[in-house]
């Protein structure tokens, strides 16, 4: 069943500040009346699931019963090709919790490390295509629910460039382009991401149009 989205405030089921910059901006030109889980203390659920939709669902109907509102959840990651897909769902676990000036956060260059570690090992002619997929999840406290999915196509790039975007984003060039999504102003993201192609599903779906 499709539940078109009007004058309901919107909870952004993330503890990831990027995700929430994107989203926010994704969402900017509908006005819709968002907060974030941070901003309503919400626990950061546990990601038991072993694929995308089942962690983003699991993510948005756990802030849609906590704060008794809709929310809107994201589970996405970086698939290798020539590594079997990893590390798909367990991309932020690749990279390890750490506190970056008394703020928690997470070592991406790690994480971005491991990658272009494996490729060498496969040898310098191994193919470097990957993928960022997104999963967007909206769920309801009555427990109605939506995924949409949404992908990207690119290369896996060494060493890391750019100071713009999050996680991943400096080894990541995504097809048709020379710059990495870390070079790329956040407007030419969101004209080609994995979040994008998402979203666009999301607002066809569910927004009051
Ligand atoms: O556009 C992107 N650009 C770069 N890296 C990205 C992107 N999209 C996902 N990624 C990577 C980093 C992220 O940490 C992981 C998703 O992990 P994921 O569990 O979905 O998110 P998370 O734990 O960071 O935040 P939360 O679960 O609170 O939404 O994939
Ligand atoms: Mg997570």
Known sequence: MTRKLAGE???IATHNAGKLKEISAL???????CVSAGELGLP???ETGTTFVENALLKAHAAAKAANLPALAD??????????????V???DWAERQWFEGEPGRDWFMA?????????????????????????????PDGESAVYEGR????????????MGFGYDPAFVPAGHDETFAEL?????HRISHRADAFAKLVAEQFQQ
């Open 9 to 11: 405030r919107l909870v």
């Open 27 to 33: 969402l900017a030109p509908y006005g819709i009346d």
């Open 44 to 46: 950061e659920p546990e």
């Open 75 to 88: 589970d996405s990651g970086m698939s290798v090709t020539a590594l079997a897909g990893r590390p798909g």
């Open 90 to 92: 367990y991309t932020a």
């Open 112 to 140: 971005m490390g491991k990658v272009e570690g494996l490729l060498t090992q496969l040898g310098p002619d191994t193919d470097r295509s990957c993928w960022f997929s997104c999963v967007l999840a909206i769920a309801w």
């Open 152 to 163: 990207v196509e690119g290369q896996f790039t060494w060493p890391p460039r750019g100071t």
């Open 185 to 189: 102003p956040p407007e030419a993201k």
